[in-house]
């Protein structure tokens, strides 16, 4: 017997990951962006939690040119899986980070004239001209050096023989509303500054502007390429952008019932006994609690168990929750249970979640924990792994 062999016994509760559905995802985002337009999958915070590996794979086998990454760990620990594709460091470097980023050939985005200068200065040193991004910061005041000020920036990049001045790009504030004017505020910023730049007759670095808000909306910001990181995994970015019919969500959760108990009136269920039973009822117990991720609520929400709604009862644990089934009689034991995620009619979706955790989409995809195992199908179900794998090859 051997921790991590195939034969090892999966907990009842998973993360499951459809590769089919990446794939015709993927698909259907290259499809709608014209040939010349370049797809950068960002597959940062683990793939937004569906795994990095197999996701960064699958989105350069369907077209993406170039991945974006959070950390110089991510960015590692997919070099480590063999993957050589283009990689963009999103967000700031530190300077200890960089003869990292020259030698395991990460690009990085560069927003101040110090970080120029040393990285042109390793890059020499490595002998090696290093490609590099300008962010240009338009109004969202997050990363980036301010529009009015980019082009001293730009400037330096371009005399540093060591580097190449590869992108220029911004990130928008709001580009999923319907209300599209501060992103075309941001669009006219950036525009300024490419046109002082191209005033000057130089070789034109490659612009990009969007998330899937952008992609979705704004396809008169497409440029050279689009960074799309939610929509690869079927959740579009709000409730009012584009929709692109057949995109449908990568990620589902589901647990095994691990104990039914039967309730007589009066009786409670659970930690700080939230929920007294006015009637007899059935409950069923799922493995899986606020520990794996699951919002902290009490008597709310529902799972899907033979594609019937079973509410929420009591408050949940660290690996609990509990549900009522008496209208289900004939769930039992090990039954499978959607926690998030379709089961014959009926849906429980990202958005749902996100109303039960008073937050967003990104947030729920991105809590549930590694210790719920992900379990890819429909794919190269070779790459299945789970947390301890994941965690051994980010330490390499
Ligand atoms: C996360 C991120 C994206 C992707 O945003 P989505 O809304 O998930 O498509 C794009 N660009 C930058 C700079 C990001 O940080």
Redesign the pocket.
């Known amino acids: 017997m051997e921790f991590g062999s195939t034969d090892f016994p999966l907990r009842p509760a998973w993360v499951e990951i459809d590769l089919a559905r990446l794939r015709r995802n993927l698909q259907l985002i290259r499809a709608d962006l014209p040939s010349s337009v370049r797809l950068l999958a ?1 597959v ?1 915070d683990e793939a ?1 939690g569906h795994g990095a590996v197999d996701v960064a794979r699958i989105a350069i086998e369907e077209g993406a040119s170039y991945l ?1 990454l ?1 950390t110089l760990e991510e960015a590692l620990t997919l070099r480590a899986a063999g993957i050589t594709a283009p990689m963009l460091l ?2 700031e470097r530190q300077e200890a980070e960089l003869p990292w980023c020259i030698e395991y050939d990460l690009t990085v985005c560069v927003n101040e004239a110090t970080t120029v200068r040393k990285l042109a200065r390793l890059a020499a040193e490595a002998g090696k001209r290093v490609p590099v991004h300008v962010k240009v910061n338009t109004g969202m005041s997050r990363y980036g050096v301010r529009w009015d000020e980019a082009l001293p920036l730009i400037e330096l990049i371009t005399a540093e023989k060591s580097l190449l001045l590869e992108g220029v ?1 911004t ?1 928008f504030a709001q580009s999923d509303e319907a209300d599209k004017s501060f992103a075309n505020l941001q669009i006219s910023r950036f525009d300024e500054v490419m046109r002082g730049f191209s005033s000057r007759g130089r070789a034109r670095p490659l612009q990009h502007l969007c ?3 952008g ?1 979705l909306d704004l396809p008169h910001a497409h440029r050279d390429m689009v ?5 690869m995994y079927g959740i579009f ?1 709000s409730t009012v952008c584009r929709r692109i019919p057949g995109i449908e969500p990568v990620m589902s959760v589901r647990a095994r019932i691990a104990s039914i108990q039967k309730l007589k009136p009066g009786e409670v269920v659970g930690y700080g006994m939230r929920y007294t039973a006015a009637s007899e009822r059935r409950i069923a117990v799922l493995p899986v609690g606020y520990g794996d991720g699951f919002p902290r609520v009490r008597n709310q929400g529902a799972v899907l168990i033979h594609g019937k709604r079973a509410p929420l009862v009591g408050g949940i644990a660290m690996d609990a929750l509990m549900v009522d089934i008496t209208d289900i009689p004939e769930a039992q034991m090990w039954d499978e249970a959607v926690i998030m995620g379709r089961q014959g009619a009926e849906e429980i979706t990202v958005h749902d979640m996100a109303k039960l955790k008073n937050s967003v989409s ?1 947030d729920v995809l991105t809590s549930w924990r590694l210790r719920l195992r992900r379990r890819c199908v429909n794919g190269d179900t070779q790459f299945v792994r789970k947390e301890a794998e994941l965690a051994e090859v980010a330490v390499k």
């Open positions: 960002v940062k937004y974006g959070s999103l967000g790009m990130h998330n899937s808000g992609f960074r799309v990181g939610i929509l970015p990104y």
